[in-house]
């Protein structure tokens, strides 16, 4: 089986699924402008070949790699990144290979949130109101309806990146004469606490594995203000959660991938449907999954696209949180005094890639613990401003 992987060296603990392909007996194909040498040992062993570009950017580079692969290996059974900004690659690649996978006609629906929503009201989810707006007589149409605040974000974006809150005409004024050249969705402002479900599905569009998370506050608050967020796993899903979450893996058909499906539960409202993600969450989460669990699902993907199996049994016997911090601030607590304090709920910490870290912050710590109780007094403690 050959297995195409779009740049395998990031983020750095995705190196693990090209480990566990290679151990269950694919052929490991990447394609990155990483050079070789920089690659990890581990990752350079799982890799059958790999073929550097100057620039991932320039499609028909990618276009000769898959090529030269095909004549060198044979046909090419799945291309893949797990990463959301290689998303329409992916889908590109393998329309032009005819190989298994979202392609160019599937793409749309998980890349645009005006899409989305479509799919949400098909799983019967409840959704904001909003509609993209290209001019501002739209927008004013729109927030005549809604009322202010209204939250402006890129139809295409990628998480709380580039995105707006905007509470009059004036702020309305402002976000149009700098607004990006691209479309945006405007929407009402909700106010709720964000919720995940997230999970892997087989082959055959079965959901093997799925767990749910919390946040500390919103993501686009996090962002636009630098502010410190944690968020943690639960151990028992609210049933409302978990019934949306399957209605909308079915209603986006999703097979041999991993989800990450964002919702707000508002008051008086109950669950929204916010935006679905057709690859990992970011960060840390897939090792949160692990520690979470005490599986693998590094590995568990790889059976699933080598064998279309799972193996692992699940019980959900810890929260994981992630807690990150920020190198702008001076905490109450030094990095060496949270080790020694919290070391044996320590699972994991390390310094943040700063393509993560505008909203994840410059370092993070992995906490478990049975107790959801004790998880947020550690993170509200390792986050304490000095």
Known sequence: MNIVILSPHFPLNYYHFCVWLQKLGATVLGIADEPYEQLRPELKEALTEYYR??????????????????????KIDRIESHNEYWLETDARIRTDFNV????????????????MKRLFEKAGVDVVRGAVVKTRSQAQRLIKEVGYPVVAKPDAGVGAIATFK???????????AQKPDVDYIMEEFVEGQICTFDGLT???????FYTSHEYSQGIMETVNDALDIYY???RDIPEDLEEAGHRTVQAFEVRERFFHI????AAGRGLIGLEVNMRPPGGLTMDMFNFANDIDLYREWANIVVFNRFTEEYTRPYHCAYVGRRF????????????????PLIAHHQQINSTFGVALG???????SPDLGEIRAIAQSIQEKA
Do not use: P, W
């Not at 570009?53 to 044979?74: E, S």
């Not at 702008?328 to 070391?343: C, D, K, V």
């Open 100 to 115: 298994t996978g979202i392609n160019n006609d599937g793409i749309q629906d998980i890349r645009y949130k005006s899409r």
């Open 328 to 343: 702008r601030y001076q905490y109450a607590r030094s990095h060496q005094e949270i080790l020694t304090a919290f070391g």
């Open 262 to 265: 964002e919702f707000f539960r």
């Open 53 to 74: 570009v100057d620039d991932m950017h320039i499609y028909d580079q990618i276009l000769r790699a898959c090529g030269h692969f095909t004549h060198r290996h044979g």
């Open 202 to 208: 087989d082959q055959d569009g079965r959901i093997v």
């Open 232 to 234: 943690y796993s639960l």
């Open 362 to 368: 410059d370092y993070g710590y992995l906490v478990r």
């Open 166 to 176: 905007i509470h009059n005409d004036e702020e309305l004024a402002s976000f149009f």
